[in-house]
T-cell receptor, first 110, second 115 residues
Framework: GQQVMQIPQYQHVQEGEDFTTYCNSS?????IQWYKQRPGGHPVFLIQ?????EVKKQKRLTFQFGEAKKNSSLHITATQTTDVGTYFC??????????FGKGTKLTVNP | DAGITQSPRYKITETGRQVTLMCHQT?????MFWYRQDLGHGLRLIYY???????DKGEVPDGYVVSRSKTENFPLTLESATRSQTSVYFC??????????????FGPGTRLLVL
C-alpha cells in the first residue's frame, strides 16, 4: 500500500536557525497536505499543494511539491519558539484515504 | 460554532471492558475519520465514513467497531479493550474525501488509558 515517509523524526534547533522537514511517497500523489500539532493539541491544517513543482509561502514557512509529485518539503526560516510542535505531511495516491507521515517533532531552544 | 467535539476527553478503563468514544461535528461534513496516535507511529487511520451508513476500514481496524446512523455522529467502540489500545484518539471530518480532497478538521482528541 501507499506509504509516506517523513524525515527527520526529531529536530532540535536554536531560535533563529532554519528548519526543514522532508516527505517522500512510494507512489505519485494527487496532492499533499501539511499539518501542525502543538504539544498536547490536535493536528491543524496548514496548506495543500496540488500542482507539480508548486511552491507556496506562509510568512516564514515555505512549502514545496516535487516535480514528480512524490516528495514535498516544509522549510521554516528563522525559527521562533512558537514554531514548536510536530509537523505532519499527508498525501493521497490512488485511494480516497489520506496517508499521514509519522511527523517531525521540532523543538526550539530560546 | 462548535465544530468538531469529542467525548470523553480522558478515559481510564480496564482490560476487557467495552468503551465508546464519541465524535460529533456541526458542519454536516460528509466524511469522518478515526485515527489513533502513538509515539513513533504518527497518525494511523482506524475507520472512516463517506456518509451516513457507509463505513470502511483503515489501516488498523482490528478490535474497533464504528457506526454512522447520523451524518453528525461517528462513535468508535472498543469491544473488549486491550492495553495495546492505550492511545490518543482523534476524530476528524472533511467536506469531501474524493479527488479534490479537502482539508481534514480534527477534534481535540480523547486520551484513553487501558489498565
Amino acid at each position: 500500500g501507499q506509504q509516506v515517509m517523513q524525515i527527520p523524526q526529531y529536530q532540535h534547533v536554536q531560535e533563529g536557525e532554519d528548519f526543514t522537514t522532508y516527505c517522500n511517497s512510494s507512489t505519485t500523489l494527487s496532492n499533499i497536505q501539511w499539518y501542525k500539532q502543538r504539544p498536547g493539541g490536535h493536528p491543524v491544517f496548514l496548506i495543500q499543494l496540488v500542482k507539480s513543482g508548486e511552491v507556496k509561502k506562509q510568512k516564514r514557512l515555505t512549502f514545496q511539491f516535487g516535480e514528480a509529485k512524490k516528495n514535498s518539503s516544509l522549510h521554516i526560516t528563522a525559527t521562533q519558539t512558537t514554531d514548536v510542535g510536530t509537523y505532519f505531511c499527508a498525501g493521497r495516491g490512488g485511494s480516497e484515504k489520506l496517508v499521514f507521515g509519522k511527523g517531525t517533532k521540532l523543538t526550539v531552544n530560546p | 460554532d462548535a465544530g468538531i467535539t469529542q467525548s470523553p476527553r480522558y478515559k481510564i478503563t480496564e482490560t476487557g471492558r467495552q468503551v465508546t468514544l464519541m465524535c460529533h461535528q456541526t458542519w454536516s461534513h460528509s466524511y469522518m475519520f478515526w485515527y489513533r496516535q502513538d509515539l513513533g507511529h504518527g497518525l494511523r487511520l482506524i475507520y472512516y465514513s463517506a456518509a451516513a451508513d457507509i463505513t470502511d476500514k483503515g489501516e488498523v481496524p482490528d478490535g474497533y467497531v464504528v457506526s454512522r446512523s447520523k451524518t453528525e455522529n461517528f462513535p468508535l467502540t472498543l469491544e473488549s479493550a486491550t492495553r495495546s489500545q492505550t492511545s490518543v484518539y482523534f476524530c476528524a471530518s472533511s467536506p469531501e474525501g474524493g479527488v479534490f480532497q479537502e482539508t481534514q478538521y480534527f477534534g481535540p482528541g480523547t486520551r484513553l488509558l487501558v489498565l
